[in-house]
């Protein structure tokens, strides 16, 4: 079974990838996948703090605690896990930006704007027009420019929604001091 399934998502992987080809969509998805590098969050960041003073900044240091997380959690996953990226197994697959890192799972651009953007919009729901297709697309950049396996966009999507509910639903404790 684990075979099979293996087997499918390297099809998938080199459909996506093939698909990814096209000037305008490598281009569209290399840029999506650059402004995930962190571009785009911290300059977000900095937007919340300039427009909304220090709620802003509560916001953005509530954003920056949890992707300081996901950063701790997502490399010990890569050194734990040690999976190859799509390229590296099949030669078929070309990568169409230069990975950050070596490993494959998680996806850690997923799991930032997964996390992200669940923590952005606990406190500004407004933002979820921009930031939900945006996170859909670094998610989908990172299988398409032949980076990730589908199941490493899936597990980074699990680990970020649950990395960010926890940090949402801390946030919302009283100190005990």
Request: charged fraction near 15%; proline fraction near 6%; charge should be positive.
């Amino acid at each position: 079974m684990t075979t099979r399934l293996s087997r499918h998502e390297s099809a998938f992987c080199l459909a996506a990838n093939r698909w990814g080809h096209r000037h305008w969509v490598r281009r569209y998805f290399a840029a999506i996948s650059r402004l995930g590098d962190g571009v785009a969050w911290y300059s977000l960041m900095a937007l919340i703090v300039l427009a909304d003073g220090w709620a802003g900044l509560s916001a953005s240091t509530h954003m920056a605690a949890t992707g300081a997380s996901a950063l701790l959690l997502y490399r010990a996953l890569k050194r734990w896990t040690k999976r190859p990226r799509p390229f590296a197994a099949d030669r078929r697959i070309r990568p169409l930006v230069r990975p950050l890192d070596e490993f494959s799972f998680p996806s850690g651009h997923t799991l930032h704007a997964v996390s992200f953007t669940l923590v952005a919009l606990a406190h500004y729901p407004v933002l979820a027009w921009l930031l939900i297709p945006f996170s859909a697309s670094i998610a989908a950049s990172r299988v398409i420019l032949g980076l990730h396996y589908p199941s490493d966009v899936l597990a980074a999507t699990g680990i970020g929604v649950v990395l960010a509910s926890a940090s949402i639903l801390l946030g919302q404790m009283p100190l005990p001091f």
